[in-house]
């Protein structure tokens, strides 16, 4: 990648996305964002009530991680973002085009275990399910790559890093 690109690293609670979103940034030399900060105090108060959110809950949110991913074009940038659906990826490509996604994908029953053991975090492993049931994996016209969150933090960045560097440069 010559030109900074905005990475979106995205994917279920519990696979990472706090832990390698501002480890890929230093490793890419750009800012970090953390996704869950765009949210409302509604959402935040939902979730931690274990009440998954609505595609219209999440507008809002998507929109403010559109704008700052968007503010960030042609100087490059990490967001954390779920990310869940083809929508709301399209919801963010149509703010800020030139995203490119990170999804971090893994065996459930790693992710619940990584879950169990976080501390702090607003979502309870019991919206895991709901996360799985809403989850719609990259297609292969959306500009992504996916990384396996087995093994450490560092092997999980190297791996993305990698595979971003692996992907055509955008065209224009």
């Known amino acids: ?3 900074p690109q905005v990475v979106v690293v995205m994917g279920v609670a519990g696979t990472g996305k706090t832990t390698i979103g501002p480890l890929l940034a230093a490793r890419l030399g750009v800012p970090y964002a953390e996704g ?3 949210h409302p105090p509604a959402n935040i108060a939902k979730m931690s009530a274990g009440t998954p959110l ?13 704008d700052w ?5 042609g100087l490059g940038g990490v967001v954390s973002c779920s990310a869940l659906k083809r929508s709301y990826r399209d919801r963010l490509r149509a703010a800020a085009p030139g995203v490119v996604f990170v999804h971090l994908t893994g065996d459930r029953a790693l992710i619940e275990d990584r879950m169990s053991h976080r501390q702090g975090h607003f979502m ?5 399910d709901s996360q799985f049931a809403t989850l719609q994996p990259l297609q292969a016209d959306e500009a992504g790559v996916a990384v396996d969150v ?5 092997e999980i960045t190297e791996r993305a890093a990698n595979a971003l560097g692996s992907l055509p440069e955008p065209i224009g």
């Open 36 to 38: 869950d900060d765009f």
């Open 69 to 73: 991913a968007q503010g960030r074009a």
């Open 150 to 154: 087995a093994g450490s933090p560092a």
């Open 1 to 3: 990648m010559n030109t």
């Open 124 to 128: 309870p492993t019991a919206l895991l």
């Open 54 to 66: 609505t595609d219209e809950d999440r507008g809002p949110w998507l929109d403010a991680i559109g």
